[in-house]
């Protein structure tokens, strides 16, 4: 045998020795602590992803049951009440439950976004109600007045909310979140194998 044969079966030698109870105590926590911080990371994002689509869930069937609507202000005639950005949460009630001061939604005419105003003044003629609108930031009143059988109320808003709403409502996002919710809640409910950190020190020899 040549001494670089030597000296190379020495380092193979060398390597192979058996791992002390220290060392093996010490892989074992590192390995505990890499896995123990993903799993956090993991289980945080499945928690804020679980949390917005339980929200947008729970709006669904509440909305569907009281026949709710979100209405996002595009214009700031509601300031500083309700400025631009502003989500509303709004309900189809029937004209006549409107009164002076309320704020309502109604169709634009020639426009598909509507208006939503203060009501200012309550007429009705002939079974229609005819309402007078008027934004909080505008010195006059609407033009001409709505004739309406039913309005949408606003109940509450939220100034600046308007952009997140309309993005978590959007049909597609709403897939998305289902479809993220199956996932993690199949991650959770999946069962899990012992972890390397569990069955690979029983493979390891161990010096006192």
Not at 10 to 25: F, N
Not at 85 to 90: E, I, L, N, P
Not at 121 to 131: A, F, H, K, Y
Not at 194 to 201: I, L, Q, R, Y
Request: glycine letters at 8%; zero cysteines; aromatic letters at 4%.
């Amino acid at each position: 045998m040549t001494e670089n044969q030597a000296t190379e079966f020495h380092s193979d030698v060398q390597s192979e020795r058996p791992l002390t109870r220290a060392e093996l105590r010490r892989g074992r926590f590192e390995k505990k602590r890499r896995g123990g911080l993903a799993s956090r990371v993991g289980n945080a994002l499945i928690w804020i992803v679980g949390v917005l689509g339980g929200l947008v869930l729970l709006w669904e069937a509440v909305a569907a049951l009281m026949g709710l609507s979100l209405v996002v202000l595009v214009t700031g005639s509601m300031t500083p009440t309700m400025p631009a950005g502003t989500v509303a949460v709004v309900q189809e009630v029937p004209a006549t439950e409107v009164a002076v001061g309320d704020v309502v939604t109604v169709p634009r005419a020639g426009s598909s976004i509507p208006v939503t105003h203060r009501v200012v003044d309550v007429e009705v003629r002939d079974q229609r109600v005819s309402l007078t609108l008027r934004g909080d930031a505008n010195p006059v009143a609407d033009p001409l007045p709505y004739e309406l059988l039913e309005v949408k109320k606003v109940l509450a808003a939220a100034p600046g909310a308007g952009p997140v709403a309309s993005l978590l409502l959007s049909p597609g996002v709403r897939l998305g979140l289902v479809f993220i919710i199956a996932i993690a809640i199949a991650i959770v409910l999946w069962p899990r194998g012992s972890s390397a950190a569990d069955t690979e020190p029983h493979n390891e020899r161990i010096r006192p």
